[in-house]
């Protein structure tokens, strides 16, 4: 019954972790590239209540995280809280979200001519969609799909609020969120940015992980921890030995 209750703690906190990372990471390019897009644009890239909706579709979908798999590798040790690799793994992914918007401003002001209502709709939808289907690379350090596959509901909601963000555009509430249907060849675009953006993700996860620098980056053990507390606490007597000695 302990070992069961162990295993149950690890994998709370390796699903908890989960979201850590992908929000931090998402959030920090979502305000990267809103304030890279106030440089140039003359008007706002996406309402207060685009913002809003596009937080709670991404929210909703991030809901049954607490149901994934776990990899059997992260449940054969204990982890601990470590807010340099939380922070390390921010500066990586972040930007590559960024790079992607970018993509999409470049997408619907050069080749698509949008207006306001079309900008702000074309960025709504590849946000929400990149920020929801990411989640399949980042939940595992392994290959996603083949060599860990998520839970059911893991599989269905994120992918079901990535459609709603889609669809909204051409029901009768887009008027009043501020939406405007979109051209079939921003899909097609769409549909190509977002391959190529996971593929993207998967090369900097795997470059992440498995370089000395980011091993070196990865969430520190409990035993870990404990040796470099040891032996920063012996550092002192062995720089400045003991008289007599």
């Given amino acids: 019954m302990l070992a069961e209750g162990v295993m149950e703690g690890r994998r709370i906190f390796a699903n908890t972790m989960k979201y850590v990372l992908m929000a931090t990471s998402s959030n920090f390019g979502n305000m990267f590239s809103a ?52 922070r390390n793994f921010m500066a990586v992914f972040g930007p590559v979200s960024s790079v992607f918007d970018f993509l999409t401003f470049w997408v619907m002001l050069a080749l698509l001519h949008a207006g306001h209502t079309e900008f702000r709709t074309g960025w709504f939808v590849e946000s929400i969609a990149t920020q929801t289907l990411v989640v399949y690379v980042i939940r595992t350090r392994r290959v996603p799909f083949l060599k860990s596959r998520p839970s059911t509901p893991m ?9 709603v963000g889609a669809i909204l555009p051409y029901t009768g509430l887009a008027r009043l969120l501020g939406f405007t249907p979109l051209p079939a060849a921003f899909f097609l ?13 998967e090369l900097a996860k795997t470059w992440f992980y ?23 606490r012996a550092s002192r007597f062995i720089r400045h030995p003991l008289p007599g000695t």
């Fill in 35 to 86: 304030a890279g897009a106030s440089l140039f644009l003359s008007f706002l890239p996406m309402l207060p209540s685009q913002i809003l909706l596009n937080n709670l579709l991404y929210n909703t979908g991030q809901l049954v995280i607490p149901s994934d798999r776990v990899d059997p590798e992260a449940l054969a040790r204990p982890a601990a809280w470590d807010m340099k690799f939380i």
């Fill in 155 to 163: 599989l269905l909601v994120p992918t079901a609020a990535a459609l």
């Fill in 210 to 232: 498995r370089t000395p620098r980011a091993r070196s980056l990865r969430p520190a053990s409990h035993d870990e921890r404990l040796e470099r507390r040891i032996r920063r």
């Fill in 189 to 201: 675009l769409l549909a190509g940015m977002v391959a190529v953006y996971l593929l993207l993700v």
